[in-house]
Antibody, heavy 122, light 107 residues
Framework: QVQLVQSGAEVKKPGASVRVSCKTS????????IHWVRQAPGQGLEWMGW????????TYAQKFQGRVTMTRDTSIDTAYMELDSLTSDDTAVYYC???????????????WGQGTLVTVSS | DIQMTQSPSSLSASVGDRVIIACRAS??????LAWYQQKPGKVPKLLIY???TLQSGVPSRFSGSRSGTDFTLTISSLQPEDVATYYC?????????FGQGTRLEIK
């Protein structure tokens, strides 16, 4: 069965960076883009961007450009999201999600990771 | 960017009621609209994509429709396990955007 398993919760100080991993299994990693979505406490869902497992190509939401890097390691079927220059506004649950059928960079998400809570606090 | 506006932001209904949640796109997005259910403390779950296609395993009491730039999610007979926040998502092009969510409670 398709699974996306994310790394554990993180506590970071303002100005630091965080890297979240998303280990996939149960399907061919190279076929489906991985998107990242975040959710601040009590708030809605916010799309951050995607990485192509095949080419490594990326697209980021304008809000995060220059501060986010999405990568992948095809040898272990894992995607990563690194966010720099953290502030308290970045406190959120970060989800990886698999792109559904269709245009992989603009599609719905059929499988999600369990989420990773990133807390930014001094 | 295209904005997605959901209404209402919250609603309370009785078990067995027909519930309708609306989502309006600020520009045309064809049928590139998905609906998600997020139960408290849980991961979002895909319910519907392509505006009206039910994801495998989702109960048939859920349905979606489109009229122009207006979309609706209908629960034909509300069940206690449907308590959740529901989000629409447009995906015709980047950036992908979500509605602000509709919180559904049992009366």
């Amino acid at each position: 069965q398709v699974q996306l398993v994310q790394s554990g919760a993180e506590v970071k100080k303002p100005g630091a960076s965080v890297r979240v991993s998303c280990k996939t299994s149960g399907y061919t990693f190279s076929v489906y883009y991985i998107h990242w979505v975040r959710q601040a406490p009590g708030q809605g869902l916010e799309w951050m961007g995607w990485v192509s497992p095949n080419s490594g190509g990326t697209t980021y939401a304008q809000k995060f450009q220059g501060r986010v890097t999405m990568t992948r390691d095809t040898s272990i079927d894992t995607a990563y999201m690194e966010l720099d220059s953290l502030t308290s506004d970045d406190t959120a649950v970060y989800y990886c999600a698999r792109a559904g059928v269709g245009v992989p960079g603009a599609t719905y998400f059929d499988y999600w990771g369990q989420g990773t809570l990133v807390t930014v606090s001094s | 960017d295209i904005q997605m506006t959901q209404s209402p932001s919250s609603l309370s209904a009785s078990v067995g009621d027909r519930v309708i949640i609306a989502c309006r796109a600020s520009q045309g997005i064809s049928n590139f609209l998905a609906w998600y259910q997020q139960k408290p403390g849980k991961v979002p779950k895909l319910l519907i994509y392509g505006a009206s296609t039910l994801q495998s395993g989702v109960p048939s009491r859920f349905s979606g429709s489109r009229s122009g730039t207006d979309f609706t999610l209908t629960i034909s007979s509300l069940q206690p396990e449907d308590v959740a926040t529901y989000y629409c998502q447009k995906y015709n092009s980047a950036p992908i955007t979500f509605g602000q969510g509709t919180r559904l409670e049992i009366k």
